[in-house]
């Protein structure tokens, strides 16, 4: 089974902190994606990558940066936390199949409160 | 960009019933996949269902891309599936999954 495996399901920061979340998958897959969950708004797509080092914006890039040094690791960074900042993040990971996104499979989430 | 329109947008259902959830979407794809948020917020993958039908259990998709949706149907439904479900499509050229709003699915004992 594909395991993506999020570093922290809970966490409270404040203004202007800089953050890190961490994911991890199993399965040696090539794409990685990071997505935002905000009620009324749905899913939204952050940064992905589709191989090591590489990155792409997704719909929503302001205000965060990623790190994809290993083929596993996929960080979202936050380099100043704001409020609006609060939301349920969620990373992801597929394997290239037809158009190039594939099966995603995703970490159980982390919910982030930025105070 | 591509609309993903989900239906109904909530579902309360008594436990053994059956269900049939839609997905429409806009324009052409070569990507869909219907996953289920459980009550923790992790999106559990049901089905990637680009074209055709699947089953797995008591849950079954059909997708009919030519006529631009998805269905999912739940049979027997239990407390268990309560949670959202979404539909998430990617357009033919483009590289990113687009999701739909979710159907909230209550199951009462």
């Known amino acids: 089974d594909v395991k993506v495996t999020q570093s922290s399901r809970y966490l409270v920061k404040r203004t202007g902190e800089k953050v890190f979340l961490e994911c991890v998958q199993d399965?040696?897959?090539?794409?990685m994606f990071w997505y935002r969950q905000d009620p009324g708004l749905g899913l939204r797509l952050i940064y992905f990558s589709y191989d090591v080092k590489m990155k792409e914006k997704g719909d929503i890039p302001e205000g965060y940066s990623v790190s994809r040094e290993k083929k596993e690791r996929f960080s979202l960074i936050l380099e100043s936390a704001s409020t609006n900042q609060t939301s349920m993040y969620l990373c992801?990971?597929?394997?290239?199949?037809?158009?190039?996104?594939?099966?995603?499979?995703f970490g159980e989430g982390s919910r982030l409160t930025v105070l | 960009g591509i609309q993903v329109e989900q239906s109904p947008p909530d579902l309360i259902l008594q436990e053994g019933a059956n269900s049939t959830l839609r997905c429409n979407f806009s324009?052409?794809?070569?990507?869909l996949q219907w996953f289920h948020q459980n009550p923790w917020g992790q999106l559990i993958n049901l089905f990637y269902?680009?074209?055709g039908t699947k089953q797995n259990g008591r849950l079954s998709a059909t997708t009919v891309a030519t006529e631009r949706y998805s269905l999912l149907y739940i049979s027997s439904s239990q407390t268990t599936d309560s949670g959202v479900y979404f539909c998430?499509?990617?357009?033919?050229?483009?590289?990113?999954?687009?999701f739909g709003t979710g159907t909230r699915l209550t199951v009462i004992p």
């Open positions: 269902i680009p074209s």
């Open positions: 998430a499509v990617k357009q033919t050229g483009a590289n990113n999954l687009f």
């Open positions: 399965m040696d897959h090539e794409n």
């Open positions: 324009d052409s794809v070569n990507n």
């Open positions: 992801a990971s597929s394997d290239p199949g037809q158009g190039a996104i594939g099966e995603l499979f």
